[in-house]
DNA sequence: ATGTGC
């Protein structure tokens, strides 16, 4: 780890990340310009850390005004882990796979019950709740694979033989509207108590909550596959920004980019799809050097676009990346998702993980293998022609 | 990431 000295006017920049944790250059230059950007006080970096769109994914950054890019376009993107009322081993996974199609279609609940019930106001994307989105969104069932602190997995009511949903997804379209209209506005930095900063914070706080939600919803539908209850581990978001108080009283803005809060329960800490993912307990003491966070992830290795010429999408790699090495199966009907997606794009979760032990971040309460992992199962052209003809429907009305 | 486009 080291600790930038403040040239300038950057803002000091802690990386949590070993020697062992490799870093893109390009991940490590992206984290500089956010240190340099209006009203920064102070950054730190997990080490997941990779190249984003805007800023790298895998930080936190404090700064004296809200900006909405660095929490980008999905905001209150997160993680959901919920028990499921059954163990593992009595699950029928083909056919959980099969049902678990309904995913792809809107729900036929009422989901204006759902968000009455959550406290949310209608908003004009509710039809996507309870999907879970494309890129590295997923839903996937766990078995425990060891629990390693029993006194903290027994006090989270944990049972090594119930089977487990994790669920990663975000507040699709509402989000991405939601920081289309800030920037559209010119808002790329706001005060935080200013009309604008009130404003873009509720709608903001709208988004965190109907992601969460959405996240329940998957979950549940989920548990209505495999004919069970289920039951809140906890809920954390990874994409958002929160006020907190100043030192001398002035109100700041802590942004999350890809990293999760460690001052609120249980850290469900994925890694790709073909590997364990863990759950970890934060340790206080370096929480205020940490900003109160912790790694969200393993982190891209290889950008999306580069995988397509690493991963050869033909018959047989499809097969191959249909399973994991666990035995387990991956559902994911596009090709090209499948190929972006594939485990070696990721980082290695096991020294992620080393490095948040290593510098007294966390320690591990449990891991999760995956059993059946659900990605969106249309491919992009199925998803347009189905649109497509949505439209046509409507049009002809 | 995206009710994801000419």
Request: hydrophobic share 40%; aromatic share 6%.
């Amino acid at each position: 780890m080291g600790t930038s000295p403040k040239a300038d006017g950057r803002a000091p920049i802690r990386v949590f990340a070993s020697s062992k944790s490799w870093i893109e250059g390009n991940a490590t230059f992206q984290l500089e310009h956010v240190a340099g950007l209006p009203g920064v006080q102070a950054v730190a970096a997990m080490p997941d850390l990779h190249p984003g769109k805007f800023g790298p994914v895998g930080c936190v950054i404090l700064a004296d005004r809200i900006h909405p890019q660095l929490v980008g376009s999905d905001i209150g993107c997160g993680m959901g882990l919920f028990e499921l009322d059954i163990a593992a081993r009595k699950l029928r996974l083909d056919q959980l796979a099969d049902r678990l199609h309904v995913l792809d279609q809107p729900c036929d609940g009422d989901v204006t019950r759902a968000l009455a019930d959550a406290g949310l106001g209608a908003t004009a994307f509710d039809a996507a709740l309870g999907s879970i989105g494309g890129g590295n969104h997923f839903c996937e069932i766990q078995a425990v694979d060891k629990i390693l602190a029993p006194d903290t997995a027994a006090q989270a009511g944990l049972d090594r033989d119930h089977a487990y949903i994790l669920v990663h997804s975000g507040s699709r379209g509402f989000g991405f509207s939601i920081l289309e209209t800030a920037l559209r506005n010119g808002q790329t930095a706001l005060h935080p108590t200013s009309d604008e900063g009130n404003a873009y914070m509720s709608a903001h706080d709208h988004a965190v909550q109907w992601a969460k939600l959405n996240r329940r919803i998957i979950a549940e539908r989920t548990a209505v596959a495999a004919r069970t209850d289920l039951r809140l581990l906890n809920d954390l978001a990874h994409n958002m920004v929160e006020r907190q108080a100043g030192a001398t009283g002035d109100v700041m803005a802590l942004h999350r980019k890809g990293a999760a809060a460690s001052d609120r329960g249980l850290v469900p800490v994925p890694g790709s799809r073909g590997t364990l993912s863990y759950l970890v307990e934060p340790l206080c003491e370096m929480r205020a050097e940490a900003l109160a966070s912790l790694a969200h992830g393993a982190g891209r290795k290889y950008d999306r676009a580069s995988m397509h010429g690493r991963v050869r999408v033909k018959r047989s790699d499809v097969a191959r990346l249909e399973r994991n090495p666990y035995g387990g199966i991956v559902v994911c009907g596009d090709r090209g998702l499948l190929a972006e997606e594939a485990p070696e794009a990721y980082k290695n979760i096991d020294r992620v993980i080393a490095d948040l032990v290593e510098f007294g971040l966390a320690r591990v309460v449990a891991t999760f293998r995956p059993l059946l992992t659900f990605k969106r199962a249309q491919s992009d052209a199925a998803l347009r022609e189905s649109n497509r003809s949505k439209s046509w429907k409507e049009d002809r009305r």
